[in-house]
């Protein structure tokens, strides 16, 4: 990958590379140190929240206060007080303590999946079982009732990567960029969908996939607009 963005540097192309975020100083570091000077104004080593920030910049969509873990503890405590009378399914478990974590767990997993409140409500309607049904649907109560609290002022960076989908759909926005994503293991769906916005205009994508198959890692997967 670093020989590849090399060439590119050399016919004055500008280069986008996306990697996890406890790779990028170092990866930053090994760009600047194989391929000079040039790097700096032709190469970006971004993770995708740090893309997230730039993009927020440019286009606004970041406002609110920045949540706390603390303050989603008390913003769930609050939810769950206010939707408690429609739990069956969840009522008991909601009254332990350890019931807030979990929640917050579950919405966590909701939003890494793209999945808003509202799905989440048209999928219970669709469960033809009985206590599958109603579980959805609670979790929807808290899901749907959390959520409107928390943008009562306040944003949620696991939000980011959606927020930002949405601003530069249709916008072109890579459309001078040839873009490379390194050293991830797989992509959440939120991750896939940020990848799929890219592919609409860049000038060309490379993917690098690590894998614990040695084969696989002999096959990285490599793609070129």
Known sequence: IVEKIRQL????ERVLLLVPEQFSFEMERRILLEIGAQAVTQVEVKSFSHYCRKVFMEYGGGAGQRISEAAKYMLMHVTLGEVRDKLE?????????????SALQMIDQFKNAG?????????SSLCEEERLQQKTAELYEIYSVYQA????GFSDEREDLARCVELLRGKNHF????????????FTPVE??????IMESCKGI???????????NKKNTKSEK
């Open 149 to 152: 609290q928390l943008e009562n």
């Open 206 to 216: 490379y993917l690098s996939i690590l894998s614990k198959n040695l084969e696989l």
């Open 115 to 123: 999945i808003p409140p509202q799905d989440l409500q048209k999928f």
């Open 192 to 197: 896939r969908e940020f990848i799929s916005v």
């Open 89 to 101: 399914q969840y009522g008991r478990a909601s009254t332990r303590s350890g019931f807030v974590p």
């Open 9 to 12: 540097c050399a016919q004055g």
């Open 175 to 186: 459309k001078d960029l040839h873009v490379f994503l390194d050293s991830f293991r797989d």
